[in-house]
């Protein structure tokens, strides 16, 4: 079955950066692009962007731009996603996504969430 | 702010019929899209296109469309349907996802 792992919880203080990884199985990494998204303690989903594991061609919110960046490692079917320049507001939980390529842009497969904390 | 907008609670007994509704400018060009989160877990997809539903989400949940409203209803409440529901949908030119700002579903 189609499976997302990601890593685990991470603490840093402000201006550092954080790279969460999401590791892929049970289904053909390339042909699914990788979406990440993260949710501040009680708020709602907020889309970063994307990024196409076959050619890492990569898309972001305009309001992540110059400070996300997000790859991947094909070899073992794992995305990653690096935040620069943290935040407090950017404590919060991150999520990597499977966009299905049928119809309609949504997301079928969800990794568990990295909580990531901003503390000094 | 969200681009699609969501009541923020619905409460129901068990057995009774739940209604969750959002609203946008992106309906009807755009598909609408729900999923369930329980507290501490990831989201989890229960309608696509409006109206599917994936293999594994019990039958009482359904979804439909009109205009530029769409509504998930959940026939028979059960406990276990206690969660946040999110609407999601996609701009004009599907180039990224939107969505409401959830709704917190209690099972009285």
């Known amino acids: 079955q189609v499976q997302l792992v990601q890593s685990g919880a991470e603490v840093k203080k402000p201006g550092a950066s954080v790279k969460v990884s999401c590791k892929a199985s049970g289904y053909t990494f390339a042909n699914y692009d990788i979406n990440w998204l993260r949710q501040a303690p009680g708020q709602g989903l907020e889309w970063m962007g994307w990024?196409?594991?076959?050619?890492?061609?990569?898309a972001y919110a305009k309001k992540f731009r110059g400070r996300v960046t997000m790859t991947r490692d094909a070899s073992i079917s794992t995305a990653y996603m690096e935040l620069t320049g943290l935040k407090s507001e950017d404590a919060a939980v991150y999520f990597c996504?499977?966009?299905?390529?049928?119809?309609?842009?949504?997301?079928?497969?969800w990794g568990q969430g990295t909580l990531v904390t901003v503390s000094s | 702010s969200y681009d699609l907008t969501q009541s923020p609670s619905v409460s129901v007994s068990p057995g009774q019929t739940a209604r969750i509704s959002c609203s946008g400018d992106?309906?009807?060009?755009?598909?609408a899209f729900w999923y369930q989160q329980r507290p501490g877990q990831a989201p989890v997809l229960v309608i696509y296109?409006?109206?599917e539903r994936p293999s594994g989400v019990p039958d009482r949940f359904s979804g439909s469309s009109s205009g530029a409203t769409v509504t998930l209803t959940i026939s028979g409440v059960q406990a276990e349907d206690e969660a946040d529901y999110y609407c999601q949908s996609a701009d004009s030119t599907a180039a990224y996802p939107v969505f409401g700002g959830g709704t917190k579903l209690t099972v009285l």
């Open positions: 296109k409006d109206s």
């Open positions: 992106a309906f009807p060009k755009q598909y």
């Open positions: 996504a499977r966009e299905n390529d049928g119809s309609g842009y949504y997301f079928d497969s």
């Open positions: 990024m196409n594991p076959n050619n890492s061609i990569t």
